[in-house]
């Protein structure tokens, strides 16, 4: 038995509290990554950057933070590490105290690279734990790590707001201290990782039939889908996050904070989307929860554009709650594709995730500049539409479950 296998001797039970650890962790380190874009105005006052150099800043970042996952990932496969979470967290702790005092626009650059290397060690490793731990819930354990990343991206802008724009530069050596605290309490994560791989050296696991029984090319055409899958959500999500609040206060002329407050309404339904769609992923199958997550968010996303204020917010509650339980379910159905591979999955999406949203983002800004705000929105919301394509899926739990029943 190859030690990069999923199941452990502790797959029959929920580890709550190593799922809980690592969720926290993900919060903290998300946290500190989404204090990145907020330090901007900052830096660029500070040094008179342009937004040419200020637009290389965030290309930096969401290379070192997504193009190296998968790689990162692939050596994890062939190479367990156990403390790499704890690992990942010293280079977040490292770039906050160089990004702290930094002087110069190449100096700025590594620190963020650096920060942005602390999150491609942390996730394919954290995400292979919460299967680990799983037990028989996958699709619930990876939406807890997920939600955990969820919430660290809407506090950090806040946090950034009471402590960076009124401190300055400077402050942000404090946050080092959130990584350092993170960083300890994935020890005992760790060691618990280590236990399990050794057990894992030891056992065997009935491989599942249903993809045995797929060919090579077919694998890898369903996992091209789920990647084309991705992309409408977090093309949709990018328009969402970063455009909404311009959307309302252009059409229906509110004010700043009332939009803020709109913004964290769908960022909650997000949030609460992803624990939900893990458990109704694990009950009824994840390919379900794919096809009604994407597609079934089209019809909601598709009337945003043309209703009134009222009820353009609950629709974007709606589309938050029914949106957010695609990743987990296509993270997870990806890694029983490779089961071998998990690091390697993993890596692939959460990099498609950064990645994705950051040019999605650029894109969409680029598009508004060119046409309006309400254009982009009424052309995003045709994204969810692809969610169609998830009827070329295998359907592999179907099998598989047939299997457990006997």
Avoid at 222 to 243: D, G, N, P, V, W
């Amino acid at each position: 038995m190859r030690p990069d296998m999923p199941e452990t001797a502790t797959r029959e039970k929920t580890i709550l509290s190593i799922l809980f650890i690592i969720s926290i962790a993900h919060l903290l380190n998300d946290m500190v990554q989404s204090i990145i874009p907020s330090i901007y105005p900052v830096i660029k006052d500070k040094y008179g950057f342009t937004f040419g150099q200020i637009g290389i800043i965030t290309l930096v970042f969401q290379m070192t933070s997504s193009i190296l996952q998968p790689f990162v990932g692939r050596f994890a496969d062939r190479h367990p590490q156990p403390f790499s979470l704890s690992t990942g967290m010293v280079f977040t702790l490292l770039g906050c105290i160089m990004l702290s005092v930094a002087n110069s626009y190449s100096l700025i650059l590594v620190a963020v690279g650096v920060i942005g290397c602390g999150s491609s060690i942390f996730h394919p490793e954290a995400s292979r734990i919460a299967q680990m731990a799983a037990g028989g819930k996958k699709g619930l354990a990876q939406s807890i790590f997920q939600v955990g990343g969820n919430g660290g991206s809407a506090i950090g802008p806040l946090l950034a707001a009471v402590v960076v724009i009124p401190f300055g530069q400077p402050s942000i050596a404090w946050f080092s201290i959130v990584a350092l605290i993170a960083g300890i309490s994935l020890i005992p994560v760790g060691k618990w990782y280590k236990k399990q791989i050794d057990k894992i050296k030891t056992e065997s696991v009935a491989p599942n039939p249903a993809v045995l029984a797929l060919s090579s090319r077919k694998i890898h055409l369903a996992i091209f889908i789920l990647c084309i899958l991705t992309f409408s959500k977090y093309f949709y999500m990018a328009s969402m996050t970063s455009y909404f609040t311009f959307f309302l206060i252009d059409k229906f002329g509110i004010d700043i904070k009332l939009s803020q407050l709109c913004l964290f309404a769908f960022m909650a339904a997000v949030a609460a989307g992803t624990v939900i769609g893990g458990s109704i992923g694990d009950r009824y199958g994840r390919k379900y929860v794919i096809w009604g997550s994407i597609l079934g968010a089209a019809p909601f996303a598709l009337a945003l554009p043309y209703v009134n204020f009222t009820c353009t917010i609950i629709l974007a509650v709606i589309i938050g709650l029914v949106i957010s339980s695609a990743f987990s379910a296509i993270l997870v159905y990806a890694t029983e594709l490779k089961p071998d591979k998990i690091g390697m999955m993993a890596g692939l999406f959460f990099g498609l995730n950064f990645g994705l949203g950051g040019i999605g983002s650029a894109f969409f800004g680029w598009l508004a500049d060119k046409t309006s705000i309400e254009f982009i929105f009424q052309i995003s919301t045709l994204l969810p539409l692809l969610g169609i394509i998830t009827a070329f899926l295998p359907d592999i739990e179907h099998k598989n479950s047939a299997r457990k029943l006997q």
